[in-house]
């Protein structure tokens, strides 16, 4: 069990930055599914259709047509089903306030969009590391709270 | 008299696993014939006598020497770091070695193949872990639960809070309290 595939889910209408993501979890030593989806809309949908296991973390871009991430954290968390997902933030915006408020609204994780492959590598690896801890030792979700 | 027996054997084998599991009344599923989902973290202890309740049958948990050892290991460093008074104050390498009965060098190792982290790394997560339910209980002053972690001084502490958590601890209690206040107007 501990050492099972690692379900990543990421929401993100960049290309450019779907196909980083999923090179850097290529090249990382932990094994993971990545599943790519291109905006809000079609996250939900990918969650609420029954058959999908739910992800071991979603990373989700905050700036998304037709319906923004911080619109897709509310939801999420208000869903009896999915509330307990562990939400990691992938935004462009370093403001504190920005990041305050996106983790009092439920979110786990806060990474800052790194401007280079190694380091986008390097912090996905830890929050990977650190997200499987809270799955595998019973860490309190209530107070996982993680800023890259 | 002699009877003669058929056995179904991958029935036979699904009842006798049922049965054991459901003895230790684990909520559980059958994800297939080789793979048990327990939906609750078992300790060393429950997991070790899981492991022999089944060996009484010839069934064997696949890799339960390392996951058992690698469970202990987490309960120990658990227990360590939530210990009532203040964490032990001897080397964490001979604590776990003595109370494991293993070389340190051994269990280090093992522990860093089968979780994707070092102990090392893993009582630092606890031991903010433990920190961070000791800020929100409000009970305690940063200065107090620096000492009761055993960290030299609150920069010690704060410093390697916000190397784990990339937050300040204050920025923590803030951000955990207005969640709080969320959750009392909704």
């Given amino acids: 069990m501990e050492n099972g595939l690692i379900h990543v889910l990421l929401a993100d209408d960049d290309e450019d930055d779907r196909l980083f993501f999923r090179e850097a979890f290529e090249e990382i030593k932990v094994k993971t599914k990545v599943t790519l989806v291109n905006d809000g809309v079609e996250l939900m949908n990918h969650l609420t259709h029954n058959g999908h296991p739910l992800p071991h973390i979603l990373f989700l871009d905050l700036n998304m047509p037709f319906k923004s991430g911080m619109e897709c954290l509310l939801e999420i968390r208000q869903n009896e089903h999915l509330k307990d997902i562990p939400i990691a933030i992938y935004s462009t915006s370093s403001s504190e306030e920005d990041i305050e408020d996106t983790f009092v609204r439920g979110a786990n994780v806060y990474i800052k969009k790194p401007n280079n492959f190694d380091t986008l590598k390097k912090i996905l690896e830890e929050v990977i590391t650190i997200n499987w801890q809270y799955h595998t030792s019973g860490l309190n979700k209530d107070i996982y709270l993680l800023n890259r | ?186």
């Fill in chain 2, 1 to 186: 008299m002699n009877l003669y027996i058929k056995y179904d054997m991958p029935v036979t084998c699904k009842r006798i696993l049922q049965d054991v599991l459901d003895k230790f009344q684990l909520d559980y599923s059958m994800s297939s014939f080789w793979e048990i989902e327990i939906r609750e973290d078992l300790s060393g202890q429950k997991l070790s006598e899981l492991s022999s309740g089944l060996n009484n049958y010839g069934i064997e948990i696949v890799e339960s020497h390392k996951s058992i050892l690698v469970q202990k290991i987490k309960d120990a460093i658990i227990e360590m770091v939530y210990m009532e008074d203040k964490l032990p104050l001897s080397k964490t390498s001979s604590y776990l070695a003595d109370k494991l009965k293993h070389r340190y060098g051994y269990i280090s190792n093992l522990f860093s193949e089968v979780t994707y982290t070092s102990i090392e790394n893993f009582i630092i997560l606890q031991k903010i872990e433990r920190a961070k339910q000791l800020l929100i209980t409000n009970e305690l002053t940063i200065t107090e639960i620096a000492w009761k972690l055993n960290y030299s001084s609150v920069a010690h502490l704060s410093n390697q809070f916000k190397n784990v958590t990339g937050l300040t601890p204050s920025m923590f209690q803030r951000i955990i309290n207005k969640r709080r206040m969320l959750k009392e107007e909704a």
